[in-house]
């Protein structure tokens, strides 16, 4: 069983939408879970990060922790094409003391116009 | 903003050539990291290091070694390449022992192995 999943996509939304990115984890001691979005040929930016239970939001960005299920979610509102790209979800395992970060392979989406 | 540079953009080298890709930061972090990304398979650490002149194997060290001689700096080297480490290879640094501190990666390097 692979550390992080995530759906490859891709995963395709009209403009304006809500786009839900999902990823699941297997070491349910993890601390910390990233979400970084690469563009084609581009190295992988910080969106945001969470840690505890329950939601974050940044601007159009929101973070969903859930640790019983083991999952935590990305959601874009209003999407826009320039949201298309890569997102890659990353966690840190319980059994490091930093950022060792364990990647995702990432999900693709696409924002139609 | 934390800047990651990495030295070379594009490489080709031949097989068994020695290559070293040279990662520099400018935030004093602490922590610095090398990746490489292929299709399918994502981020896969290769070496990291906490502190000038200590290193830990990532998760796919074989192949590879790494220097620390400066804290700013983070060097990759393939001591005898091969075609299997045609790859993207990413640089990161990461400040302090934090469990949330996040990784600011440079913008790549293709290595290409002949």
């Known amino acids: 069983q692979k550390e992080v999943e995530q759906n490859s996509g891709p995963l395709s939304v009209p403009e304006g939408a809500i786009a839900s990115l999902n990823c699941t984890y297997s070491d349910r001691g993890s601390q910390s879970f990233f979400w970084y979005r690469q563009y084609s040929g581009k190295s992988p930016e910080l969106i945001m990060f969470i840690y505890s239970n329950g939601d974050k939001e940044d601007g159009r960005f929101t973070a969903q922790l859930n640790k019983a299920s083991q999952y935590v979610s990305l959601l874009i509102r209003d999407s826009q094409p320039s949201d298309s790209a890569t997102y890659l979800c990353a966690v840190n395992p319980s059994n490091t003391g930093f950022q060792k970060l364990v990647f995702g392979t990432g999900t693709r989406l696409l924002v139609s116009p | 903003d934390v800047k990651v540079t990495q030295s070379s953009r594009y490489l080709v080298k031949r097989t068994g050539e020695k290559v070293f890709l040279e990662c520099v930061q400018d935030m004093d972090h602490e922590n610095m990291f090398w990746y490489r990304q292929d299709p399918g398979l994502g981020l896969r650490l290769i070496y990291f290091?906490?502190?000038?002149?200590m290193k830990e194997k990532g998760d796919i060290p074989e192949g590879y070694s790494v220097s620390r001689e400066k804290k700013e700096r983070f060097s990759l080297i393939l001591e005898s390449a091969s075609t299997n480490q045609t790859s993207m290879y990413l640089c990161?640094?990461?400040w302090g022992q934090g469990a949330v501190s996040p990784l600011h990666f440079g913008n790549g390097t293709r290595l290409t192995v002949t």
């Open positions: 990161a640094s990461s």
């Open positions: 290091s906490y502190d000038v002149k």
